[in-house]
Nanobody, 123 residues
Framework: QVQLVESGGGLVQAGASLTLSCTAS????????MAWFRQAPGKDREFVAA????????PFADTVKGRFTVSRDNAKNTVYLQINSLKHEDAAVYYC????????????????WGQGTQVTVSS
């Protein structure tokens, strides 16, 4: 079993930057591909970014390309999501997910999920 704990969310001004973290336990972190999803009120959960086990491949949703960066530190069992130039439409609960399979852009590819961290964007 894998436990994922996200942190770093909060109330942030539009245009600012924010880094979310997700720390994993319960399994060798380097054996897991990781992803970030988000869900805004009244909307479906959507893919944001993913990262392969070695960090070599990082697909992004078109809506965040160029503003979001995903990285991982396998020594710290942690994956990061850096959000730059925050927009109001980035406000959502951000979820970290893990899979022992391929880091696809669909939620059903992921076996493990964190509890989410809220990002709120103010004017």
């Amino acid at each position: 079993q894998v436990q994922l704990v996200e942190s770093g969310g909060g109330l942030v001004q539009a245009g600012a930057s924010l880094t979310l973290s997700c720390t994993a336990s319960g399994r060798t972190f380097s054996s897991l591909a990781m992803a970030w999803f988000r869900q805004a009120p009244g909307k479906d959960r959507e893919f944001v970014a993913a990262i392969t086990r070695d960090g070599g491949i990082t697909p992004f949703a078109d809506t965040v390309k160029g503003r979001f960066t995903v990285s991982r530190d396998n020594a710290k069992n942690t994956v990061y999501l850096q959000i730059n130039s925050l927009k109001h439409e980035d406000a959502a609960v951000y979820y970290c997910a893990a899979t022992s399979g391929f880091p696809l852009e669909i939620s059903r590819a992921y076996n493990y999920w964190g509890q989410g961290t809220q990002v709120t964007v103010s004017s």
